[in-house]
């Protein structure tokens, strides 16, 4: 199975997996055009759509694409149901598509019903993590969130993360004024400063690499406590996931 990165909108990403035959799958397809591009462009056979979440920049192509082909199935959501979603899934539902294993994880925070799918290595996580950052908490609660980043962080730390859109100078702009001297985020900055002025992408990233630069994985660190005034003792991590992306809202 391969793997394409599709640029949409503004800064989403639209990915698509295909197979030696040239059937595919895409994720959170914000817009039909590029998809019916590059469809045409490699002659790919689309077999389904999969949806992390109901924000229409990744749900909006979805209606246009199964009227061209309509024997397309969509899997995702209970909050994807207006949306175009066959089968509804959720915590614990596996399929098979194109011969590779999906498994559903739900993963709370940017909306409530929001899920990711981990076909390992992969995990296609929508608007959940971003490479030094997180997604913003929209209908959702910081505690939910930060139990989803618990869930990804005991997948195995070789772990490829697909994320739904391109946060990450941004995100890491926002790690190093939180941790200024952690030697880690200023040396993945100065690459991601380098990999943006040569306008490449800088996703997917890896777990084990997550672990060390995003600070949204590490809300035990005292640094990060004392960064946002709390009391070095607090046990409740959430709480300072939750302080984390207030700070981070207003970067």
């Known amino acids: 199975m391969n793997l394409m990165r599709v640029p949409a909108l503004n800064t989403n990403y639209i990915w698509f997996l295909y197979n030696y035959k040239n059937e595919c799958i895409i994720i959170d397809p914000g ?30 192509g979805v209606a246009p694409l199964i009227q061209h082909f309509p024997k397309t199935i969509v899997y995702g959501p209970v909050e994807t149901k207006n949306h175009g979603s066959h089968f509804l899934v959720s915590e614990g539902d596996d399929f098979v598509l194109l011969h ?3 498994k559903v994880l739900n993963l709370p925070g940017h909306t409530s019903g929001h899920i990711g799918f981990y076909s390992a290595p992969w995990l296609f996580c929508g608007d959940t993590v971003f490479s030094a950052g997180c997604g913003k908490i929209c209908v959702g609660f910081a505690q939910h969130m930060y139990e989803s980043f618990l869930k990804i962080k005991h997948l195995p730390h070789n772990t490829l993360i697909f994320s739904g859109h391109e946060y990450t100078l941004s995100n890491v702009n ?13 040396n993945y900055r100065n690459k ?5 002025n040569n ?15 995003n600070p949204f994985f590490r809300c035990g660190n005292p640094d990060i406590k004392k960064s946002l005034n709390l009391p070095c003792n607090l046990k409740e991590e959430w709480r300072v996931f939750s302080e984390l992306r207030k700070k981070k809202d207003l970067f």
């Open 192 to 196: 991601i400063i380098r990999l943006h």
């Open 31 to 60: 817009e039909e055009t590029r998809v019916l591009d590059v469809l045409k462009k490699f002659q790919f056979k689309l077999r389904a759509i999969l949806l992390t979440h109901n924000h229409i920049d990744h749900v909006n």
């Open 199 to 213: 306008n490449q992408p800088t996703v997917p990233t890896t777990l084990n690499l997550e672990l060390k630069v």
């Open 174 to 186: 926002f790690a190093i004024s939180v941790l200024p001297q952690d030697p880690f985020i200023i």
């Open 100 to 102: 590779k294993k999906f």
